[in-house]
Structure formats: structure tokens, C-alpha cells
């Protein structure tokens, strides 16, 4: 099993900042690459921000120069830091990750169960 467990969600006002952590756990045999994904109410989930094994990284539009995303090989974990934050940032932000269980298996995604970013105006 995999466990994917998100922290660092909360309220902050227009302008702000908030750092987001995953952790990957479980029976893990190799991380292809984490990242960032976020639904805000009544929108479909859409990407935020993604990171390979090998350091590549890919943002939304939206959220170019503002976030940044890092991560931590050793520890399974991926970090998102937003910066500039704006009421439009309102969402549930999930964490994701496509890992590879056993060197027989397929990389397959894996999904954190979503912690709360809100910002106000």
C-alpha cells in the first residue's frame, strides 16, 4: 500500500504565502515524478504544478512566477511554496504521485486525500 498525506493547507489572506508538504509512504519501489494538483468548487481538478524524478518541472499558467515546486528524493516528499496568493487560489489541493510498487508493475497514480487552501480578499 501507498499512502500519500498532505499538510500545510489553511487561510490566508490576498497576497500571502503558504508552503504545502506531501509525504509518499508505504511500498514504494520508485517515484516517477510528484506534484500538484487543486479543484475549486463547481471546477474540475486541474494541475498546478509538477516535478520529475530528474528535476523537470511544469506549471499552470496561472500560477508561473508565483509558485515554485521542490522536492526531496530521500524523503518521498514534494513541497509546493505559493507565493502572490490570490482568491482565484481558493481550492482543495491534492497531492499526486506516479509510483511503481514492484520492478514487475507499471507506474500508477497515486492521489493524497486533499487539504484546504484558502485565500481571502
Known amino acids: 500500500q501507498v499512502q500519500l498525506v498532505e499538510s500545510g493547507g489553511g487561510l490566508v489572506q490576498a497576497g500571502g504565502s503558504l508552503r504545502l508538504s506531501c509525504v509518499a509512504s508505504g511500498s514504494i519501489f520508485i517515484i516517477g515524478a510528484m506534484g500538484w494538483y487543486r479543484q475549486a468548487p463547481g471546477k474540475q481538478r486541474e494541475l498546478v504544478a509538477t516535478l520529475t524524478k530528474g528535476g523537470s518541472t511544469n506549471f499552470a499558467d496561472s500560477v508561473k512566477g508565483r509558485f515554485t515546486i521542490s522536492g526531496d528524493n530521500a524523503k518521498n516528499t514534494v513541497y509546493l511554496q505559493m507565493n502572490s496568493l490570490k482568491p482565484d487560489d481558493t481550492a482543495i489541493y491534492y497531492c499526486?504521485?506516479?509510483?511503481?510498487?514492484?520492478?514487475?508493475?507499471?507506474?500508477?497514480?497515486?492521489w493524497g486525500q486533499g487539504t484546504q487552501v484558502t485565500v481571502s480578499s
Open positions: 499526486n504521485a506516479q509510483i511503481r510498487t514492484s520492478i514487475l508493475l507499471p507506474l500508477i497514480n497515486y
